[in-house]
């Protein structure tokens, strides 16, 4: 089916921008599990450069996650939810491998980049709703080992178009901190992956031929105005729940979306 109506389109983005913003807010990722999938799929329905749907939807995910990120940050650093210590330590790191990854991820086919993040949320879907962590206590890294984590992170986040939470989440929570206090700096962690990864991404885009009218290299910017809207408006509402509900709880419904996104995505 082909949307014929501008305004469906834009109406789509709002809720988009909505759900990923609740989920920010709610789970501390950035919201581009929800954004890049809606946006494949709008940009397919509407043919929009077909061959490089991916790399826009990418893009424009992680340009939104500037402004949902700093709504969520908000919400939970008012509830002293945010490790403030572990966000310098480990963002030279997740800017260093976001920018690398995002110089790469436009470089590979956007079937891979597809297939990659849809096998990427259900690997990690199951390590989270099992909880399969070391049984023995541990505790964070060094600053080497926070560095080495933070470009891991950074990289496959903009190969994906996420604002890290589906990995960094897991692994604060595997370094044995509160899953809402994990849930609270990821948010914090995103904003330095939103911003390598969207300057890595508008900058290879301006060489690709063919852009269309309001784009910022591969950032979508109509799209994103919208998206945006609506991640900032729902995030603290996200964040709100967030704290009301048992941690056990609140790591189930992370894996469960995560399993159900990556699937569709296969599917």
């Given at each position: 089916m082909v949307y014929d109506s501008g305004m469906m389109i834009l109406i789509a983005y709002l809720l988009a921008g909505i759900a990923s913003g609740f989920l920010a807010g709610l789970l501390g990722v950035g919201g581009g599990l929800v954004i890049v999938p809606a946006l494949t799929l709008i940009f397919a329905a509407t043919h929009f450069h077909a061959g490089h749907a991916m790399h826009f939807a990418i893009a424009t995910s992680l340009a939104c996650i500037l402004f949902t990120s700093v709504s969520s940050i908000?919400?939970?650093?008012?509830?002293?939810?945010?490790?403030w210590?572990?966000?310098r330590h480990i963002s030279p790191g997740i800017l260093a491998g976001t920018f690398f990854g995002s110089l790469l991820g436009t470089r590979l086919p956007s079937l891979f980049l597809k297939d990659f993040f849809a096998l990427f949320?259900?690997?990690?879907?199951?390590?989270?709703?099992?909880?399969m962590k070391p049984g023995t206590v541990r505790k964070l890294p060094g600053i080497v080992g926070m560095t080495a984590s933070g470009m891991l992170i950074g990289v496959i986040s903009s190969l994906v178009g996420i604002g890290g939470g589906s990995l960094s989440v897991p692994f604060l929570n595997w370094c044995n901190m509160k899953m809402i206090d994990a849930i609270g700096t990821s948010t914090a962690i995103g904003f330095p992956i939103a911003v390598a990864g969207t300057l890595g991404y508008a900058i290879t885009g301006f060489s690709f031929?063919?852009?269309k009218e309001y784009s910022l290299?591969?950032?979508y910017l109509p799209a994103l105005f919208f998206l945006a809207v609506g991640s900032v408006l729902a995030a603290p509402f996200g964040a709100r729940l967030a704290h009301r509900l048992p941690q056990a709880r609140l790591r189930k419904i992370f894996a469960l979306l995560l399993l159900l996104i990556g699937a569709r995505m296969i599917l």
């Open positions: 908000h919400a939970h650093n008012r509830r002293h939810a945010v490790d210590a572990v966000f949320a259900c690997f990690a879907a199951i390590r989270l709703f099992f909880d031929e063919g852009l290299g591969y950032v």
